[in-house]
């Protein structure tokens, strides 16, 4: 059965970082770190947490800027501040070296990670991670996260309410036509619920990781990356189309899709045996 998940806080120099954490530490077996994706925060990967940590210790911290993480200290900062942010975070809890697990926002930042400080990870999986050319990451810089502040008639909660279900529906989801429509089913209300709270929360900052994803070049930065990687992808995920060529980037990687029959359960079997 899934383990209870615990929330805590650790103090960077940007303020307090919020994370999620399960499982018990054990002698000579790093814990998995866990980033998650944009919008939201590590809420929605509470029941992967609980799963995982039935065998390891897991921590999934809010990324700076998200849920209820303090705002990132630059006014527009790129993915190496984020992946700093990370070493940060392991200092202040006294982790010396992790299993990392990233998807989307999440695994752009582990990219940076794994080049730039590749003796904090031991391995890296990079769930999700879209290469895309650069006139489709130009469009989603102009369009995907617009930067949003509260104002007196509350327009931002009709906002957010739309941005986060109109992502379940089109990808992306300013592109409203049958061509970019998704075949996955609506999340129920109360899944919608939670992640648009976290994204009311960091209303003035959300979009800054966002921004930071797609100036990331991550097409010339992955054939750095030299941990043992493997690149998995949901079969309900848009950027599974993305996965064979993500992985041909990195030598001796390997690859799994999880389809929707497997779900979580499969997800973190695929997690688990990688890290094995």
């Known amino acids: 059965m899934p383990v209870d998940v615990d929330r805590a806080f650790v103090r960077l120099d940007e303020g307090l970082v919020h994370y999620r954490?399960?499982?018990e530490t054990a002698e000579g077996v790093c814990p998995i770190y866990a980033a998650?994706?944009?919008p939201g925060s590590s809420a929605g990967y509470e029941p992967l947490i609980g799963v995982l940590g039935e065998s390891r210790h897991v921590i999934a911290p809010d990324t700076l800027g998200n849920g209820d993480s303090a705002p990132p200290a630059p006014?527009?900062?790129?993915?190496?501040?984020?992946?700093?942010?990370?070493?940060?975070v392991l200092d202040a809890l006294g982790i010396d070296h992790v299993d990392y697990f990233?998807?989307?926002?999440?695994?752009?930042?582990?990219?940076?990670?794994?080049?730039l400080r590749p003796d904090r990870v031991r391995k890296i999986i990079f769930d999700g991670i879209g290469v895309f050319e650069e006139e489709f990451r130009r469009k989603l810089l102009e369009s995907y996260a617009p930067e949003m502040k509260p104002d007196e008639f509350?327009?931002?909660?009709t906002w957010a309410w739309h941005f986060l279900r109109?992502?379940?529906?089109?990808?992306?989801?300013?592109?409203?036509?049958?061509?970019?429509r998704m075949?996955?089913?609506?999340?129920?209300?109360?899944?919608?619920?939670?992640h648009v709270t976290d994204v009311l929360k960091a209303l003035n900052t959300y979009h800054k990781g966002y921004r930071a994803v797609f100036q990331h070049e991550v097409d010339k930065r992955l054939p750095l990356v030299e941990v043992p990687s493997l690149f998995m992808s949901s079969e309900a995920d848009p950027l599974h189309k993305y996965l064979d060529d993500a992985a041909a980037r990195v030598p001796g990687s390997e690859k799994r899709l999880v389809t929707k029959a497997e779900g979580i359960d499969g997800m973190a079997a695929a997690i688990l045996t990688f890290f094995a």
Not at 183 to 194: K, R, T
């Open 21 to 23: 954490h399960a499982g």
């Open 36 to 38: 998650h994706a944009g």
């Open 75 to 88: 006014k527009v900062p790129d993915i190496e501040y984020y992946a700093d942010s990370v070493c940060r």
């Open 102 to 115: 990233g998807s989307h926002t999440g695994a752009h930042i582990g990219c940076e990670l794994a080049i």
């Open 154 to 157: 509350g327009t931002q909660f």
């Open 166 to 180: 109109d992502q379940m529906i089109h990808f992306p989801y300013f592109m409203r036509d049958p061509e970019h």
């Open 183 to 194: 075949e996955n089913d609506m999340p129920p209300a109360e899944f919608l619920h939670i």
